[in-house]
């Protein structure tokens, strides 16, 4: 070998080190230290000592390609988007119908998944048997302390957690939504069903979930009020749900006080339905801003001790409710309708990340008792 060929090859093996070197430095103190997506959330949010989870569709869950893979990998908590709902169970009265909540509990429990039944006292998916007919107080309770004890029954030991009641606060902030159980039932109607549902799976968490609650306002001043009157009158209650349905309105004033306020009152709090509907189509600047909102969320949730997690409402475009409850709105989840990561999924899962370091130094900095 020539003199001159000996200085290229070892010229050549220098900058091969220096590139090796300069690629694992980029890599350890990049956004994470891995590339997008290789952890997946549910690690990530383990670290942060929190549940991360998703609506789940149930035709998505049956038969649509990579969906089950996706749910299993990213989520440590399912919901049913509808098939624990009353018209799902029993559209005729007296004939259930098991089939989807019975695949997902199923699913949940191969993948190690905690479920959170969705949702008992709701008034909406009802089939026309309840709501085309009068009833009186006794009746309807009786119908309703049955429907509790049939669902939770069915699936005790198996769902760790039901929203009990669902938006049951009047969107005004005065009293009780109207509907076939307010006025029925009237003030009885959540310590009655809170009562039973503990009777029914002592172990099973219970919650309030309510929608647009998520900010101080005076819709969520009435939900904490009526909360807290249940707690101090001993009605089993152990969480409270925020459903965290945002647009890039952004994250509405108080929401972190919010969940504070909750959480001195002994609860467990959770956002149970978190996403954030676009413009259709969406350009780069608006799923920027979105991204920053799923951030904030996932921020302020790790700042509050009892913040036990996050659930989104559907994890892909493909599969969410936003187009058609709200024409011209969509793009609301953290992937796209081919299942890639938009910025959201990025920026959710760094603030997890960056949670996770916070949340186990201040464990550790917590006297065990
Ligand atoms: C929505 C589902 O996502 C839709 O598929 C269905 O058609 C209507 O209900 N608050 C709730 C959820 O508690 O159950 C709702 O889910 C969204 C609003």
Known sequence: ???????????????????????????????????NGDVPLRRLAADARIDVGTAVRGPALRDYPGYRAELAREFSTVTPENAMKWDAIEPVRGRLRWTDADALVRFARANDQLVR???LVWHNQLPRWLTGREWSAEALGRVLRDHIRTVMGRYRGRVAEWDVLNELTADSGKGLRTSLWSDVLGEDLAPKALRWAREADPDAELYWNEIAADGLSRKSDEFYRRVKALVADGVPLDGVGFQAHFNLDGVPKGFEANLRRFADLGLDVRITELDVALEVPADDAARKAQADIYAQVARACLRVPRCAGITVWGFTDRFSWIPASQPGAGEATLLDRGLDPKPAYRAFAEALRAGSVARSTAADATPSP
């Open 117 to 119: 039944g969705h949702t």
């Open 1 to 35: 070998m020539t003199r001159r060929r000996v200085l290229t090859v070892l010229f050549l093996g220098a900058a091969l080190c220096v590139a090796l070197l300069f690629a694992v430095v980029i890599r350890e103190t990049s956004v994470g230290g891995e590339p």
